[in-house]
């Protein structure tokens, strides 16, 4: 959530309850709200959609007390419903003309690291036009590091299944999922215990050969090495060198309120782990809610 959503969302307003509402009360407007305009029970209309999506986070901000905190004080500070900055500056806002100017602080969060994409922009621009310039050396040497550097592990998706109420109101549930992991007998060298890869003498660790043709010169992953820069002679019979095994685990994810059927929740570094010492993936959960069925009333 951005600084600009803390200071211009009236949350208490889209709950329809007072600053001082205490937990409860929140919670009991939340679940008449989000019962009321869940989607399943609205299917098409989009004006209820839109407005369970800010009940939902509305309850999401208000029923966390560090984050109802940290909302609290940016709306005193910056103006409640975003007034302040909006409204034009006592005196004039610095650069601003006689009796003040208008300022939206949307205007700076949307410049906030701006300079830094742009500059990111002409880097690859020049990057571009000039890498082939550098000389096939410059080129060989940047694609060996990418070749033989850490590599980030490949994401993971699984499955939960929820009841309508346990939608509605968030959950925690523990999944337990097959994945891949890092070999416990190797620790992910990929060597059997007692021994160590070591650097392949063919393309010295690099990942990477490269070979001239004419004025040109092409490189490709290494084929004795397979890209890695190591050679493991005495390969691990767990994982029969890979470093990665199949495994079973159980992980508790916790499912906010206000889900949608066939939503994904994404769990950064749950996933697959990384290869020579990158960062894990990612792992996601495909939310399935079951059939809003009301208890009907017998006389």
């Known amino acids: ?26 919670k009991k407007a939340y679940r008449k709200l989000a019962q009321e305009l869940h989607p399943d029970k609205n299917p098409g209309n989009a004006e209820a959609e839109a407005r369970f999506k800010d009940v939902s986070e509305a309850y999401d901000v208000l029923s966390d007390p ?8 940016a709306r005193r500070l910056f103006g409640a419903g975003g007034a302040g900055a909006r409204a034009g500056f006592p005196g004039g806002f610095p650069g601003a003309g006689p009796g003040g100017q208008p300022f ?31 000389g096939a050396g410059g080129g060989a040497r940047a694609r060996s590091q990418a070749a033989s550097g850490p590599a980030r592990g490949q994401d993971v998706e699984t499955e939960a299944t929820l009841s309508f109420e346990e939608a509605v109101l968030g959950v925690t549930v523990p999944l337990r999922m097959q994945s891949p992991g890092t070999c416990a007998t190797c620790a992910g ?25 004419g004025a040109f010169a092409f490189s490709e992953p290494c084929r004795n090495c397979r890209g890695s820069g190591q050679e493991i002679d005495d390969p691990c019979p767990t994982c029969a060198g890979s470093g990665i095994t199949t495994q079973t685990r159980t992980i508790t994810v916790r499912i906010p309120a206000g889900v949608k059927d066939g939503q994904r929740i994404r769990l950064a570094g749950k996933g697959a782990p990384g290869r020579r010492g990158g960062p894990a993936g990612d792992l996601f959960v495909v939310v399935h809610v079951a059939e809003h069925r009301p208890v009907t009333a017998t006389g």
């Open 189 to 213: 060298s990929g060597a059997r215990p007692g021994t160590s890869p070591h650097i392949c003498t063919v393309c010295q660790g690099a990942g990477v050969t490269s070979r001239s043709q």
């Open 104 to 134: 939206d602080l949307g205007d700076l969060f949307g410049a906030a690291g701006g300079g830094a994409r742009n500059a990111g922009g002409l880097g690859d621009l020049l990057g571009g036009l000039f890498g082939g310039a550098a």
């Open 1 to 26: 959530m951005s600084t600009r959503d803390f200071i211009e969302k009236d949350y208490y307003g889209a709950l329809g309850v007072p600053q001082n509402a205490d937990a409860a009360a929140i």
């Open 66 to 73: 560090k984050r109802r905190g940290e909302y609290d004080d």
